[in-house]
């Protein structure tokens, strides 16, 4: 157990009108009362301030801005304790049909974010993926450690590595003083309907079938947002500097089980479904040993049961309508254009 805490009452959290980074800014402004939180957002087509809405403005302030740019970034990072970098290009997806965006924020957005806080000596922490292992075989009995090497197949994960390796080069030259967690797949409130889990909701809340890529047979670790708050504040707070931590709750879970689950909670067949066109290079399966958290920092995830966090993230879609259907036929539209 390390002994040192860190206790910032002021932080920058990047991202924070996007699906995880609003969660983790809901979850701090409920469990931290003395933390104020100033979210930096570009408001891309992923970023909704709606999802900060409400949150007092005492504890919440919303710069809308790139991560990107330098001065704004200096400015804003001079005046705070700690930076939480979740702000990203996220969906492998795009990144195939457009790498561009990817290369720009997760590359430069980071080296931008890591140059202030060497400047101003303040913590930073890296929220990444586990993407940047690559991926496991369906019958290998091994899970992703902080040991594994780096073997990104997409253009985003690929642009996430390179982000992590510039945050262990500054912690080792500079003295950066930085932590890094590679998280598995998030499900829960606010996720865009581009993803996996919204989209088959909301194509079932619209009448249209589910779209499943390849063969289904894809594996996933699932963790609800809200246990990979909980394990970001706990690595900030109480993580050793310089260290790698791995979060997951254990949740392996394939393609087609996920969908047929949603589709029962629908009560339409289990088959009422369309095959599309696989993804390119799509990873075959990721799986997380969060053993060195639970140890060292004594996390848990709380929200273990995945049926019934489906199940509450099905009823949050149904009624939050208004949130995500802007977005739907832009969504589709691109779907569609990529046969998929
Ligand atoms: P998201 O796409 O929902 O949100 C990304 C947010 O970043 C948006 O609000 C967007 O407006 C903002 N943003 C994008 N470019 C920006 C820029 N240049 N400057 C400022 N803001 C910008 O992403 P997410 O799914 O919430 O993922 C958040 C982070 O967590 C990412 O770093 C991602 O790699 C990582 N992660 C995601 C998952 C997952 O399952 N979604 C799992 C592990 C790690
Ligand atoms: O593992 C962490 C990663 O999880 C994060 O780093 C990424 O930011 C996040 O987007 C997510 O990446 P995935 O590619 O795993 O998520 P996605 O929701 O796009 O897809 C999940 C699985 O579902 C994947 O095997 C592809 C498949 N899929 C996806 C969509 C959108 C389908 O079968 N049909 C679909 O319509």
């Known amino acids: 157990m390390s002994n040192d805490i860190f206790e910032p009452r002021r932080i920058i959290v990047t991202g924070g009108c996007g699906f995880i980074g609003s969660n983790f800014v809901h979850h701090v402004v409920r469990e931290h009362p003395g933390v104020r939180v100033t979210v930096l957002d570009k408001l891309t087509y992923a970023g909704n301030p709606e999802n900060i809405a409400g949150l007092p403005s005492d504890r919440v302030e919303l710069v809308v801005g790139d991560i990107c740019d330098a001065a704004l970034v200096d400015r804003l990072v001079s005046e705070t304790d700690a930076v939480v970098h979740y702000a990203a290009e996220s969906h492998n997806d795009n990144s195939i049909a457009d790498p561009s965006p990817f290369l720009e924020t997760n590359v430069r957005g980071t080296y931008t974010l890591i140059e202030a806080c060497r400047k101003y000596g303040v913590r930073y922490h890296h929220v990444s993926t586990d993407e940047v292992y690559g991926d496991l075989a369906l019958d290998d009995p091994a899970r992703f450690t902080e040991e594994t090497p780096y073997r990104p197949s997409s253009p985003y994960s690929s642009t996430k590595a390179a982000s992590d390796m510039l945050v262990r080069a500054w912690a080792r030259t500079f003295g950066l003083k930085a932590t890094i967690s590679n998280c598995s797949n998030n499900y829960g409130p606010y996720q865009h309907v581009e993803k996996f889990i919204p989209r088959q909701v909301t194509n079932l809340?619209?009448?249209?079938?589910?779209?499943?890529?390849?063969?289904?047979?894809?594996?996933?670790?699932?963790?609800?947002?809200?246990?990979?708050?909980?394990?970001?504040?706990?690595?900030?707070?109480?993580?050793?500097?310089?260290?790698?931590?791995?979060v997951g709750a254990d949740?392996?879970?394939?393609?087609?089980?996920?969908?047929?689950?949603?589709?029962?909670?629908?009560?339409?067949?289990?088959?009422?479904?369309?095959?599309?066109?696989?993804?390119?290079?799509?990873?075959r399966r990721y799986a997380i040993d969060a053993t060195k958290l639970r140890r060292e920092l004594g996390?848990?995830?709380?929200?273990?049961?995945?049926?019934?966090?489906?199940?509450?993230?099905?009823?949050?879609?149904?009624?939050?309508e208004p949130w995500w259907r802007p977005a739907k036929e832009a969504t589709e539209a691109r779907y569609r254009a990529q046969g998929q």
């Open 299 to 320: 996390w848990e995830p709380a929200h273990t049961d995945f049926a019934a966090g489906l199940a509450e993230t099905i009823r949050w879609y149904r009624d939050n």
């Open 205 to 246: 809340i619209d009448g249209a079938r589910p779209r499943l890529y390849g063969d289904g047979r894809n594996v996933r670790d699932w963790i609800h947002t809200e246990d990979h708050s909980s394990a970001v504040w706990a690595i900030l707070t109480r993580g050793r500097v310089g260290e790698t931590y791995l």
């Open 251 to 283: 949740g392996e879970r394939d393609n087609i089980t996920v969908l047929r689950e949603i589709l029962r909670a629908f009560g339409r067949p289990e088959d009422d479904f369309d095959w599309v066109r696989d993804r390119p290079g799509h990873d």
